[in-house]
C-alpha cells in the first residue's frame, strides 16, 4: 500500500473515531501527522511544525476571547433585546430577528458555533415562550450563522481565502460570502414558509419587547398592543437591560474591530486580541470569566486539521489525491463529487475541518482550468456548511442542546431528517449554480 494511500485512510479513520466516540477531532489529527510524519513519511517534529497554523491560532483566540467578554458583560444580551424592540415584538419576525444577529455576529467574526451558542438558547427559549415550531427557529438559527461565516472577516472565510492564497488558486472573497449569504436566505425562506411561519403573524405581540429599556421593574412601555401585564406574561419581571460602559465599549471595540480589518487591512486575529486586552485591563473580573470560555476545543480542532493537511501536503498525497479525482475523466462530475464528499462527511463533522481538507485535495484538479477555481470553492464551502443543522454537527447539537419543552427524540429525529435533505440537495443545486455556468 503506497504512503499516500495511507495517509488517507488515516484521515477517514480520524473522521470516523471522532464521529463515533467524541474525540475531539483536532486532538486525533495532531496524533495522526505524528504518527504519518514520523513512521510513513519519515519526517522530523520540526517539519511537521512547520504545518502549525499560527496565524490562524491567533485569529481563533482573538476573536473567540472578544466575544466571550462581550457574552460576560451582557453585550450580546443588549443586542438581542434591542433587536426584539426594533422589531416591536412581531412574533413572525422573531425567526428572522435570530437569523440576523447570527448572521452579523459570524461575519463580524464570530465561529459559528460560538454565535450559536450565544443566539441558540436564547431564540429556542422564545420558540417555547411564543409556540413557534423549534424547527423552525433552530434551522433560522444555524442558516443565519451560515449567511455570514464567508465575510472576507469571519472565520470560514479568513480560512477559506487563506488557503486559497496559500495554494496559489484564483479566488474572490466577495463570491464567497455572497454566494453563502444568498443560498442560505433562500433556504431560509422556504422553510419559514414551509414550518408554518406566515401563521405566526396573526399572534400578539410579545411581552418582552414592552420592557422600557432600564426599566427594572418590569413595567410596560404602554405603547400598542400593550396589555398592563409584566414582562415575561406575568411571571418574573425582565432583567435590566441598559447600556452600561463596558457594553459601550464593547460595542466600539467591535466597531474598531471591522474597521481595523475592512480599512485599515490589518489582521483580524490581532486586532480582535488587542481589543480584548483593552477591555481586560479596565473589567478584569469580566476577562476572567471570558478567558475560560475561549473556544479551545474548537482551536484544538481547526489547528489539528490543518496541521495533518500540511503533512499530506509535504508527502506528496495532496497531488496524488487530486490527480485521482481529475482522473474521473468528467471535470463537472468530479467536482460534484467534491461538493457530495464535503456535505456528507461534514454532516457528522466539523465543517471547517473539511474544508481545510478538502479544498487542498482539490488543488491539482482545480490548476487544470477544466473547473472555475472560484465557482468550485464557493460551492464546496457552502455544501459544507448548510449541513450543519444535522444534530452530529456542533451548530445542530447546539440547537438540540437549547431547545425546550420538546420531545428531544422526536426533536433529534426532525434535525437528522432535515439534515439528510441538506445533504441530498444542496450539493446539486449549488453545484449548477456556481460550478456549471463556469462565469466566475
Not at 472577516?153 to 486559497?164: K, P, W
Not at 456535505?343 to 474544508?355: C, L
Not at 419543552?405 to 450539493?427: E, H, N, T
Request: glycine letters at 12%.
Amino acid at each position: 500500500m503506497s504512503a499516500e494511500l495511507i495517509s488517507i485512510l488515516v484521515l477517514v479513520v480520524v473522521f470516523v473515531i471522532a464521529t463515533t466516540r467524541s474525540i475531539n477531532m483536532g486532538a486525533l489529527a495532531f496524533a495522526a501527522a505524528f504518527g504519518v510524519g514520523t513512521l510513513v513519511a519519515d519526517m522530523k517534529a520540526d517539519d511537521i511544525f512547520k504545518g502549525f497554523p499560527g496565524s490562524l491560532f491567533v485569529v481563533l483566540v482573538g476573536v473567540t476571547f472578544l466575544f466571550a467578554i462581550a457574552r460576560a458583560n451582557g453585550t450580546t444580551d443588549w443586542l438581542v433585546h434591542m433587536a426584539i424592540r426594533l422589531v416591536g415584538g412581531r412574533i413572525a419576525l422573531m425567526p428572522w430577528v435570530m437569523f440576523a444577529i447570527t448572521g452579523v455576529l459570524t461575519a463580524i467574526g464570530a465561529v459559528s458555533p460560538a454565535a450559536v451558542a450565544i443566539v441558540a438558547p436564547i431564540a429556542m427559549g422564545f420558540a417555547a415562550k411564543y409556540k413557534i415550531s423549534p424547527l423552525l427557529m433552530g434551522v433560522m438559527v444555524v442558516h443565519g450563522a451560515q449567511a455570514g461565516g464567508f465575510s472576507p472577516i469571519s472565520i470560514y472565510g479568513t480560512i477559506v481565502n487563506g488557503i486559497v492564497a496559500k495554494e496559489g488558486l484564483p479566488g474572490n472573497e466577495v463570491v464567497l460570502f455572497l454566494a453563502s449569504l444568498v443560498v442560505n436566505l433562500l433556504i431560509a425562506v422556504v422553510v419559514f414558509v414551509a414550518l408554518g411561519g406566515m401563521r405566526l403573524a396573526r399572534q400578539p405581540l410579545a411581552a418582552d419587547a414592552l420592557v422600557k429599556v432600564g426599566d427594572g421593574n418590569g413595567t410596560t412601555a404602554g405603547g400598542s398592543g400593550g396589555s398592563g401585564e409584566s414582562a415575561g406574561d406575568g411571571t418574573e419581571p425582565e432583567e435590566r437591560v441598559t447600556l452600561t460602559a463596558p457594553r459601550l465599549a464593547t460595542l466600539i471595540g467591535l466597531a474598531a474591530l471591522v474597521v481595523a480589518a475592512l480599512v485599515f487591512d490589518l489582521d483580524v486575529g490581532l486586532a480582535a486580541i488587542t481589543v480584548a486586552v483593552l477591555l481586560s485591563v479596565v473589567w478584569p473580573e469580566t476577562s476572567k470569566q471570558a478567558i475560560n470560555q475561549i473556544t479551545w476545543p474548537t482551536v484544538l480542532l481547526i489547528c489539528g486539521i490543518l496541521t495533518y493537511v500540511a503533512v499530506l501536503q509535504t508527502m506528496g498525497t495532496i497531488k496524488w489525491a487530486g490527480d485521482s479525482v481529475a482522473g474521473v475523466g468528467a471535470p463537472l462530475l468530479a467536482a460534484l463529487l467534491i461538493c457530495y464528499i464535503g456535505a456528507i462527511v461534514s454532516a457528522f463533522a466539523s465543517s471547517v475541518g473539511i474544508m481545510g481538507a478538502l479544498i487542498p485535495l482539490a488543488v491539482p484538479f482545480l490548476l487544470q482550468g477544466e473547473v472555475s477555481a472560484i465557482g468550485l470553492i464557493a460551492a464546496l464551502a457552502v455544501s459544507a456548511t448548510v449541513v450543519d443543522v444535522s444534530p452530529f454537527s456542533t451548530n445542530g447539537a447546539l440547537v438540540l442542546a437549547g431547545a425546550q419543552d420538546v420531545d428531544r427524540d422526536k426533536f433529534f429525529k426532525q434535525l437528522m431528517v432535515y439534515g439528510g435533505i441538506m445533504v441530498a440537495a444542496a450539493p446539486p443545486l449549488v453545484w449548477l449554480a456556481l460550478v456549471v455556468p463556469g462565469i466566475w
